[in-house]
Nanobody, 124 residues
Framework: QVQLVESGGGLVQAGDSLRLSCAAS????????MAWFRQATGKEREFVAA????????YYAGSVKGRFTISRDNAKNTVYLQMNSLKPEDTAVYYC?????????????????WGQGTQVTISS
């Protein structure tokens, strides 16, 4: 049984930084493409960032490129999202997602496993 557990969310001010973590268990993490999505209240869930199984390839949504960095530590079965220069519009529940057997995707329908989400709130 695959489990993804996010942590690191919270309430910070605009311009601050946060680092989210997603710990995976139940399957060989180093074979999984991983991604972060987010969902703001009243909006659809949207893609934020993705990383290949090796960590050698990453991809970002335009709204976060240059501010967010996705990374992974396969020895710790963990993927991270470093978020800098946070803005109020970054406020959302952030989810990590995993897929095996394919490269990463920006489409949520292509991910098989999801975490429960962690709330990130940015005050102005």
């Amino acid at each position: 049984q695959v489990q993804l557990v996010e942590s690191g969310g919270g309430l910070v001010q605009a311009g601050d930084s946060l680092r989210l973590s997603c710990a995976a268990s139940g399957r060989t993490f180093s074979n999984a493409a991983m991604a972060w999505f987010r969902q703001a209240t009243g909006k659809e869930r949207e893609f934020v960032a993705a990383i290949s199984w090796s960590g050698g390839s990453t991809y970002y949504a335009g709204s976060v490129k240059g501010r967010f960095t996705i990374s992974r530590d396969n020895a710790k079965n963990t993927v991270y999202l470093q978020m800098n220069s946070l803005k109020p519009e970054d406020t959302a529940v952030y989810y990590c997602a995993a897929r095996w057997g394919s490269s990463y995707s920006t489409q949520e329908k292509n991910y098989d496993y999801w975490g429960q989400g962690t709330q990130v709130t940015i005050s102005s």
